[in-house]
Each structure stands twice: as C-alpha cells, then as structure tokens.
C-alpha cells in the first residue's frame, strides 16, 4: 500500500517528474560526473525516474543547472559544484564519469584542462572507485579511433590518432583515461566499464557543438547557408557521377539554404563508420530512437532555445 501511496503521490502532489519506488536493496548511490551536461543530464532523469539515489558532480563548464534543475530539492537527489581535477570523497556504489568537455570548440579552448580533466580526473574517480568498492563506467568515444584507417570501427582497432594535432588533448586525454580504466582493474581490482560514444543529438544538446549536425540545423533554422563539409568536398573530387547517400535520411531544410564550403578543420575524421555488432549481441543494445525522430527533437529543442534567447535579448 505505501508503494502504490508512493507512485500515486509523485504522480499528482508533487512537483518532481514521476519516480518509481525502489526497495532498499535494489536502489543505489550513483554518483554522474558530468550529470549536469546533455548526456549526462538525460542519465540523471533515467537514473532518479528508476528510483534511485543519484548525486551529480559538475563545475559548469559546459553543463548547466537548467538541464537538473527539475530535481533540485528532491530527496534522491544531490548537486554538487565540483571539479573532477580536485579529488572527492563521498560514499556511492557506481561512477558514472562522464565529465569531459564533449565537442571541438568546447575541448579546444582550453586543452589542457581537457587533458587535466580527461587525465587527473579520471585518476581521482578510480581512486574513489577503489575506495568505495564502486564499478565506474567511463564515457570514451569514437575519437580514439582518430582519423580510422579501417571501416567500419570495432573494439579491436586500436586506432590512428596525430598525437600532437589539435585535438589530441581530447583523444589522448580519453585513451589514457581507458589505459587508467584498466589499470585499476588489474591491479586494484576496480570493476569498470567504458562506452565508446559515437556522436550524439538530441534536447539539451550544445547549440554551439560544432559538429555537423547541429551546425546543419542551427543555420537552417537562422537561415544562414548549410555547411556540409566532408562528404560533399569528397563528392565533388571522386570520380562517382550517379547518386550517393550521404546522410540517411536527408536533412530536409524548411528555409531554402544555400550551401557553404568550409575548410576541413585540422585532423578531423575523414570518414567514420560504427560498428554496433559487440554491443548488439552483448548487450542486446540497439539505437531506438530513428534518425529522423531525434532530429525533430533536437530542432524543436533549438528553436526553443533561439527563442528563449531572442526573448532574453532585450531585457
Ligand atoms: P557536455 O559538455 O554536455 O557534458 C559534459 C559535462 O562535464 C558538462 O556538464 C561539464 O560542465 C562537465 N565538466 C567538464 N569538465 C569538468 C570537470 N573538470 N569537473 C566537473 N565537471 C566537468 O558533453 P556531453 O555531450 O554530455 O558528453 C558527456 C560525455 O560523453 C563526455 O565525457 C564526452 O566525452 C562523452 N561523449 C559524448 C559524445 C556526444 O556525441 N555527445 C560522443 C562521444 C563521447
Ligand atoms: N581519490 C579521491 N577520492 C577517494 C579516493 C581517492 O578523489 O575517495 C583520489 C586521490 O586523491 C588520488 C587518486 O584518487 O589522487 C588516486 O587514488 P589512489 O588511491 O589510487 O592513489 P593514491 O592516493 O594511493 O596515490
């Protein structure tokens, strides 16, 4: 009967989205570095609707308290004004280390932080992890393959990555992160996990992300010429005259846009193809949400932004 008072409660008393009630042995203390950002955020919402307890570590960089701020007052829920780089003492049963700058510009402007946050970081949430007997799970990503010489990319390819180039400290900072990861493993004992993250869109996304696709919507929405970089350069110098598929399925601009040739940026992945097949068939993983369903998302969720920021503008 409380449980039922519990759901019927968050459901219509209270201002929090709705949260499951979780019994004492299965609910758990899940600390996300990096919670306050776009992936990050959007885990939080998972973790605290699933009925457990989470604590979310962010120094605002690139995160914001407007995507956590739902929460704030809740019982289940902690936020606190951290930098990863400081070490940490607090009591949880999983890591979810997410903090990171995650794009171009954002890990660009100021590398070696990227690197202190990626390297230092990483060491002081595996310490905790050994501390506290804690499993940590480190978000990597698809840029430790670099500039892949192989395609698709699976976890066996160990990658082609300029050490030196501009986004080294990011690259580097998150294959010494795996390297710390395993580390710990074999020597401490610490169970970890670590998810190598294609790029990925949707609400809470930076606008500013620099990537393509919210580079694509952002200027079609402000009217401004698409910039298509790669693809359409290499379109144009290949020697292939019938149709190719670029981008699938195709951006579909509302506003006639032209489009704009830019540079390539320095080291940026020429071609880049995941291969989903390890966590498929371990994990039973498969991207739901289609292509066309998340962009919609994602543009609907920008021009809320543009408008927020167009109304603010004046004030
Ligand atoms: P994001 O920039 O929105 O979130 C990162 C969060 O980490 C921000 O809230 C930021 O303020 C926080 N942060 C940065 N440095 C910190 C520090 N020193 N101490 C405490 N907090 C710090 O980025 P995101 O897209 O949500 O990415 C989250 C993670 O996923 C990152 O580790 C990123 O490398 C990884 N990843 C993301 C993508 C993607 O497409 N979004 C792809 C591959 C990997
Ligand atoms: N650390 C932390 N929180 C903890 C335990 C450790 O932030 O609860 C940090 C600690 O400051 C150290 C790092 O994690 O810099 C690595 O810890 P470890 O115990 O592996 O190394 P040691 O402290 O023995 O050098």
Known sequence: IEERIDEVSSLFFTKYPPVKFLSEKDRKRILITGGAGFVGSHLTDKLMMDGHEVTVVDNFFTGRKRNVEHWIGHENFELINHDVVEPLYIEVD???????????PNYMYNPIKTLKTNTIGTLNMLGLAKRVGARLLL???????????????????????????????YDEGKRVAETMCYAYMKQEGVEVRVARIFNTF???????????????????????PLTVLNGLVSLMNSNISSPVNLVNPTYRSPLRSQI??????????????????KAKMMLGWEPVVPLEEGLNKTIQYFSRELEHQANNQYI
């Open 94 to 104: 999983q890591i979810y280390h997410l903090a990171s700058p995650a794009s171009p």
């Open 202 to 224: 949707g609400s809470r996304m930076h606008m500013n992300d620099g990537r393509v696709v919210s580079n694509f919507i952002l200027q079609a929405l402000q009217g401004e």
């Open 260 to 277: 704009q040739f830019l540079p390539e940026a320095q080291d940026d992945p020429r071609r880049r193809r995941p291969d989903i097949r």
């Open 139 to 169: 978000a990597s990503t698809s840029e430790v393959y670099g500039d892949p010489e192989v395609h698709p990319q699976n976890e066996e390819y160990w990658g082609h990555v300029n050490p030196i180039g501009p986004r080294a400290c």
